[in-house]
């Protein structure tokens, strides 16, 4: 066996040349390709390595930082100003939008003691509906839009839990650290070795998670940056100060954001005129095109193609099939996988941690919940109360949502690897890959 040749910075995208990775998982499979093999007790060797690993990143990752998005176009109107003042108790004069920009950021403490929630959400559909409403006015008899003169809502990202992300970056930073330490160390052990080959791949899955966990921090650093460029760093309180002096490339953040998404989801193989890898190759941009197309076509012609096979639109689309009824079928869909637990839904507690005391799955319907979603972690099937279509619950609920992330979620129990079975950690790709499969349902 030899070691693996070191991977480019950015790696190709992950639908890229996808008949090349089946092949290896082909060849690998038919014995075509050996595998990695070990003795039972370097197995059980490599898997409290991997779960130590595990548990240690499953602890910082669920360090969460809390931000918020503020559309300042919203503090222009009436409204905007009435509601900041119900909600913040504040009076605030909008002047220009860097006087805004400057209240918001001076008075930043009052985020952190009364939860923009509301507000931000009152100010972020002001800013949806005006936007369309642009959109609209600019579309040309033939349906044509012109963006040229359309300006993109302002908004400002405010971070409101500085600690919390000073000490998740630095935790990143020390387990990135460890990790470069266990891999020297590991190719301290004989050459080629099973148990050194196995080691050193599971590291570099963790460096790869890793480094996409870091990547995501840049972000934060930017916000801080913008803080910094309006009230000055002399403003800054001593953990914004320390965060802001871990981030390099502040100065050009679009840039660099475009890096670390070439980064983490890849990029084409392919150079553009000054020789940077481009982010999406035209392969990837023809296949979505054509998918777009695809779309547009169905939209257009799916109730002439239902007709055609005997069917009545209206049945389909028709919202008319109550909670009580859609939440027996799903729940007799648990009960195929021999999953339901015999908690009932009405024992579920919003507030609670993990799933019900049978650690199998519920499925809930409640007003506080507006789409439709799997949550791994607290083994539900969650909905929104009100009448669903027969396209909205065969489709969504029955298809994506059970055959797809739920059937996800119990593949993922039977991987003994802490990476892949735990519902805060997963590959750099996981998410990805999540939605591309239950898409296909």
Same mark, same amino acid.
């Given at each position: 066996?030899?070691?693996?040749?070191?991977?480019?910075?950015?790696?190709?995208?992950?639908?890229?040349?996808?008949?090349?990775?089946?092949?290896?998982?082909? $060849?690998?499979?038919?014995?075509?390709?050996?595998?990695?093999?070990?003795?039972? @007790?370097?197995?059980?060797?490599?898997?409290?390595?991997?779960?130590?690993?595990?548990?240690?990143?499953?602890?910082?990752?669920?360090?969460?930082?809390?931000?918020?998005?503020? /559309?300042?176009?919203?503090?222009?109107? +009436?409204?905007?100003?009435?509601?900041?003042?119900?909600?913040?108790?504040?009076?605030?004069?909008?002047?220009?939008?860097?006087?805004?920009? @400057?209240? #918001?950021? &001076? =008075?930043?403490?009052? *985020?952190?003691?009364?939860?923009?929630?509301?507000?931000?959400?009152?100010?972020?559909?002001?800013?949806?509906?005006?936007?369309?409403?642009?959109?609209?006015?600019?579309?040309?008899?033939?349906?044509? #839009?012109?963006?040229?003169?359309?300006?993109?809502?302002?908004?400002?990202?405010?971070?409101?839990?500085? +600690?919390?992300?000073?000490?998740?970056?630095?935790?990143?930073?020390? *387990?990135?650290? $460890?990790?470069?330490?266990?891999?020297?160390?590991?190719?301290?052990?004989?050459?080629?070795?099973?148990?050194?080959? !196995?080691?050193?791949?599971?590291?570099?899955?963790? $460096?790869?998670?890793?480094?996409?966990?870091?990547?995501?921090?840049?972000?934060?650093?930017? !916000?801080?940056?913008?803080?910094?460029?309006?009230?000055?760093?002399?403003?800054?309180?001593? &953990?914004?100060?320390?965060?802001?002096?871990?981030?390099?490339?502040?100065?050009?953040?679009?840039?660099?954001?475009?890096?670390?998404?070439?980064?983490? /989801?890849?990029?084409?193989?392919?150079?553009?005129?000054?020789?940077?890898?481009?982010?999406?190759?035209?392969?990837?941009?023809?296949?979505?095109?054509?998918?777009?197309? +695809?779309? %547009?076509?169905?939209?257009?012609?799916?109730?002439?193609?239902?007709?055609?096979?005997?069917?009545?639109?209206?049945? #389909?689309?028709?919202?008319?099939?109550?909670?009580?009824?859609?939440?027996?079928?799903?729940?007799?869909?648990?009960? =195929?996988?021999?999953?339901?637990?015999? =908690?009932?839904?009405?024992?579920?507690?919003?507030?609670?941690?993990?799933?019900?005391?049978?650690?199998?799955?519920?499925?809930?319907?409640?007003?506080? *919940?507006?789409?439709?979603?799997?949550?791994?972690?607290?083994?539900? #099937?969650?909905?929104?109360?009100?009448?669903?279509?027969? &396209?909205?619950?065969?489709?969504?609920?029955?298809? /994506?949502?059970?055959?797809? /992330?739920?059937?996800?979620?119990?593949?993922?129990?039977?991987?003994?690897?802490?990476?892949?079975?735990?519902?805060?950690?997963?590959?750099?790709?996981?998410?990805? *890959?999540?939605?591309?499969?239950?898409? %296909?349902?």
């Amino acid at each position: 066996m030899s070691f693996e040749a070191p991977s480019p910075l950015y790696p190709e995208r992950a639908s890229a040349n996808l008949d090349v990775a089946i092949e290896r998982l082909q $060849k690998i499979e038919s014995g075509e390709t050996e595998k990695i093999k070990l003795t039972e @007790s370097e197995r059980l060797e490599l898997l409290s390595f991997e779960n130590s690993l595990g548990e240690e990143l499953e602890q910082i990752v669920k360090i969460k930082n809390i931000s918020s998005t503020i /559309h300042t176009d919203y503090l222009f109107t +009436e409204a905007g100003q009435e509601d900041f003042e119900k909600t913040f108790g504040l009076d605030i004069k909008a002047e220009t939008p860097e006087t805004i920009e @400057s209240f #918001i950021y &001076e =008075h930043r403490d009052i *985020f952190i003691k009364t939860p923009p929630t509301w507000f931000s959400n009152r100010a972020g559909a002001y800013a949806d509906t005006s936007l369309l409403e642009a959109l609209e006015n600019s579309m040309d008899e033939s349906g044509e #839009i012109n963006t040229n003169n359309i300006q993109s809502p302002t908004q400002i990202s405010l971070l409101l839990t500085t +600690e919390r992300a000073l000490e998740k970056l630095t935790l990143l930073r020390n *387990f990135k650290r $460890k990790l470069k330490s266990e891999s020297e160390k590991k190719e301290q052990l004989p050459k080629n070795s099973a148990l050194e080959l !196995a080691t050193l791949k599971i590291i570099k899955l963790y $460096k790869r998670k890793t480094n996409q966990l870091l990547s995501d921090t840049f972000s934060t650093g930017v !916000a801080i940056e913008n803080l910094s460029k309006n009230i000055g760093e002399n403003n800054l309180t001593a &953990e914004e100060k320390m965060l802001l002096s871990l981030f390099r490339g502040l100065n050009t953040p679009e840039k660099n954001y475009s890096r670390y998404d070439r980064f983490i /989801h890849g990029a084409s193989a392919d150079y553009d005129e000054i020789g940077n890898r481009l982010q999406i190759s035209p392969e990837i941009i023809a296949y979505a095109d054509n998918l777009d197309s +695809e779309y %547009m076509e169905n939209e257009l012609c799916q109730e002439t193609r239902l007709r055609d096979r005997g069917l009545d639109p209206a049945k #389909i689309f028709e919202k008319n099939i109550p909670c009580a009824e859609f939440s027996a079928i799903e729940e007799s869909l648990l009960r =195929h996988y021999d999953s339901l637990s015999e =908690h009932p839904a009405t024992e579920y507690d919003p507030n609670g941690i993990g799933s019900a005391p049978d650690n199998k799955w519920r499925f809930i319907a409640r007003p506080d *919940f507006k789409s439709m979603s799997v949550m791994g972690g607290r083994k539900i #099937i969650k909905a929104p109360p009100k009448n669903q279509s027969v &396209e909205t619950m065969i489709t969504v609920l029955c298809g /994506h949502e059970t055959e797809g /992330h739920f059937i996800q979620s119990l593949n993922r129990e039977k991987i003994p690897l802490k990476l892949l079975n735990s519902n805060q950690l997963g590959t750099d790709r996981t998410s990805l *890959f999540s939605e591309g499969g239950a898409m %296909m349902v």
